[in-house]
């Protein structure tokens, strides 16, 4: 049956709503926010700085977001104060769960499920209360008794003055073992070590002498060490997977996985001298000495004397869509990806946490250990111009470079990055926050904190859904590790859903959180079941991965159950939202299907502001950093038909609407926000004789093939000479696609 706008009043049916989101949301002002927030996300919202989680959306957009839709008023002006509402958000893909915290915080019980336990031990530390000054203390204790047993392990002495100093980083590079002369050689790609951005001069490892030389300008050709004249190549041996050997000249490939993990020797360090620093320029290097060589030793003969004795984790490394790299390189298990110092510290550290009796300390403090894990394994790579450690999530993956540096464990406070100290401070600041969220206004070039008193992020974990009454009652929240499908949502039991679905074929989540979780797991199994299994993997997993054999149709069907589960619960006219970008058109497929399985019409896409330029794993692409908000209700509406002029008439808008905020749309962007766009008129188009219980596959191709048809009718391939044409006639600018997004 073909129900008509009228049919739908008569079954008293929820019409097209048009006092929330769909009229309220001001894509200028929330860009505004998100922009700035994305650059330097922890000090906009230092709640994240609990734990790290992936490509996570700005927190000021779903407070927009939500703001848009249950506050009535300007939301410029109200957005700056605080606010107790009530009711019940749940997100079925909380991940690092902003959308939760942000409802949170706005005095809503919260239902939140990941199918990853690292997302879920994430979102719940988020939301537990801390007594601050109790950890602090915990964590100075801590670190003061793993400093006791191991802390001559990472000092130096100073080129200059001769005294004990700290060391900040150790720099290693992996080696390879000619085939033909049995010579093992270094794999510098080149002998760069630091730039003179934040050293007065460029600095460089002598192959010829293994001194460091400083030189004040980057020289572009060869150039005489300073300490034996032989001359410093400006590139190195290795390049393009193949080195040739020093000793006898034959060229050869690596990585060889039959020869296991690869050799590494250690060339360099920096390290910081108290003494000298008060009249020193820049930082303090050295070319290791035969103590700090011994220390490597002693590290070495700890771990072999109490390696069985301390928790670290001896998994294997599965093979998949990302892992498997490691595995060109000879890693089998995670312990491979670690130095013996490494192993010991980390081993150490971990111990002495889990013997803090406290259990809610004890488990913040394990929180701590596992972030700091990212910048303390043989993947973290040593920022040349930056000087300092990178994180081996930089990139959402696992590359494996040639030149290696070891953090320090402990580390200074406010020397240095990436210690556990350091990751103490950051979870402190983000705890604080929690305790009193503010919100930061830039005015011009200036830009003021505004405390929004009255607002706290923090709930009462239960075990069953919340009733939504949160008025006079700390905020609740029901969070799960497990998938979506698992959760009993009784209908009407939602005031509505707020999330940022999994994009099928994006980050692998699971595969690189489960270098943290195997080392938690060690520790929390026990009295965890979230961490009973040996990995977050799991077949439930909304992801496209060719080694686990996903394929678009188990992402759709998964999407669809999850979306139907949730839509059934939300209350009458109450609103399903989640962002969403992707350049393919395929990719928006399963969204058309499993809202259209879940009864569901799209009743407003929105631009948003997301992703920063910046991000490496985005830089120099075609990618967008605007998503599409996708608003929908449990409604049935009159056709939305799309033609080229109206596709074009309303990326105009969008564009002009993000440009208020500060984004100059890209090619990208265009693309992105019109393949939104093209997604809800097929979604208007299809839903009159939609039949949810074909065949997957079925559903899938009509999606597709309606998809394409809009696409062509509508000029898709020509929608950016269109959309630039059409801006040209107007005051408003867009960018072209390798030119920066802020107007």
């Not at 910048?375 to 040349?384: E, G, I, K, S, V």
């Not at 609407?657 to 926000?673: E, K, M």
């Not at 062509?712 to 997004?741: F, K, N, R, Y």
Request: aromatic share 8%; hydrophobic share 40%.
């Amino acid at each position: 049956m073909v129900l008509t706008q009228d049919a739908d009043d008569a079954l008293g049916l929820p019409t097209p709503h048009d006092g929330g989101l769909e009229t309220r949301f001001d894509a200028a002002f929330a860009a505004r926010l998100a922009l700035p927030e994305k650059q330097i996300q922890q000090n906009y919202r230092p709640i994240i700085g609990v734990h790290k989680w992936f490509a996570r959306r700005p927190g000021t957009l779903f407070r927009n977001l939500l703001f848009a839709e249950f506050v009535d008023g300007p939301t410029d002006e109200l957005y700056w104060t605080d606010h107790h509402l009530t009711g019940t958000i749940a997100d079925p893909f909380m991940g690092g769960g902003t959308p939760l915290i942000e409802a949170n915080r706005l005095g809503f019980d919260v239902v939140g499920a990941d199918v990853n336990p690292m997302a879920y031990w994430i979102v719940r530390q988020s939301l537990r209360d801390l007594d601050i000054k109790a950890f602090l203390a915990a964590a100075d204790d801590v670190a003061s008794e793993v400093e006791a047993q191991l802390g001559e392990l990472y000092v130096t002495t100073c080129v200059y003055c001769h005294d004990i100093a700290p060391v900040k980083y150790f720099l290693w590079v992996k080696q390879h073992t000619c085939p033909d002369c049995g010579t093992l050689n270094d794999l510098f790609p080149g002998y760069l070590l630091a730039e003179n951005a934040r050293h007065p001069n460029y600095v460089y490892l002598c192959p010829t002498c293994g001194e460091l030389s400083e030189t004040a300008s980057r020289p572009v050709a060869d150039h005489p060490c300073e300490h034996c004249s032989s001359p410093i190549p400006r590139y190195g041996p290795a390049r393009r997977n193949q080195c040739t050997c020093g000793h006898c000249g034959t060229t050869f490939r690596y990585p060889d996985p039959t020869t296991g993990p690869p050799a590494h020797r250690l060339w360099a360090m920096e390290y910081h001298c108290p003494k000298c620093k008060p009249g020193w320029r820049g930082r303090f290097f050295k070319r290791p000495d035969e103590e700090d060589v011994k220390r490597v030793g002693r590290a070495e003969k700890l771990l072999v004397e109490l390696g069985e004795a301390l928790p670290i984790p001896d998994d294997p490394i599965p093979p998949g869509d990302e892992s498997t790299r490691l595995h060109r390189w000879g890693y089998t298990e995670y312990r491979e990806m670690f130095t013996a110092r490494q192993l010991v510290g980390l081993g150490t550290l971990l111990a002495v946490i889990m013997r803090w009796p406290d259990l809610t300390i004890r488990e913040a403090l394990l929180t701590v250990f596992s972030d700091s894990l990212r910048y303390q394994n043989l993947l973290a790579r040593y920022d040349t111009m930056a000087l300092k450690c990178q994180d081996i999530f930089s990139v959402h993956g696992f590359p494996v470079g040639l030149v290696q540096c070891e953090n320090v464990l402990l580390g200074t406070p406010k020397v240095g990055s990436g210690a556990f100290r350091h990751f103490v401070a950051k979870y402190r600041r983000a705890k604080e926050y929690g305790e009193q969220p503010f919100e930061t206004r830039i005015v011009g070039r200036r830009k003021t904190l505004i405390p929004i008193i009255g607002e706290r992020i923090g709930a009462s974990l239960v075990d069953a859904v919340p009733d939504g009454l949160s008025g006079n009652r700390e905020p609740q929240a029901l969070l799960v590790a497990a998938s979506a499908e698992t959760l009993d949502l009784a209908p009407g039991s939602l005031d509505g859903v707020f999330t940022d679905p999994p994009y099928f074929d994006n980050v692998q989540y699971a595969e690189l959180i489960d270098f943290c979780y195997v080392w938690l797991r060690r520790v929390l199994a026990a009295d965890n079941p979230a961490f009973v299994c040996p990995t977050t993997r799991n077949a439930a997993e909304l992801t496209g991965n060719a080694t686990e054999k996903r394929d678009l149709v188990h992402f759709t069907s998964g999407l669809s159950t999850v979306v139907s589960r949730y839509a059934a619960a939300l209350k009458p006219g109450a609103p399903f939202v989640f962002t969403y970008h992707h350049n393919d058109l395929s990719a928006y497929t399963p969204l058309v299907v499993a809202l259209l399985d879940a009864g569901l019409t799209c009743s407003q896409t929105l631009p948003a502001a997301a992703e920063m330029e910046a991000s490496l794993h985005i830089a120099k692409t075609a990618s967008s950093i605007l998503d599409t908000v996708f608003v929908c209700r449990a409604m049935l509406s009159p056709a939305t038909a799309i033609t080229a002029a109206r596709l074009r008439d309303e990326l105009v808008q969008d564009c002009i609407a993000v440009a208020g905020g500060g984004v100059n749309a890209s090619q990208g962007d265009v693309r992105c926000l019109a393949l939104g766009h093209l997604a809800r008129a097929t979604i208007s188009e299809l839903r009159p004789e939609w039949n949810r219980d074909a065949a997957v596959e079925k559903r899938l191709s009509a999606a597709q093939q309606q998809l394409r048809t809009l696409a062509e009718e509508c000029g898709l391939s020509t929608v950016w000479e269109d959309v630039c044409h059409a801006l040209s006639q107007t005051d408003h600018i867009v960018a072209t696609p390798d030119v920066a997004h802020h107007a």
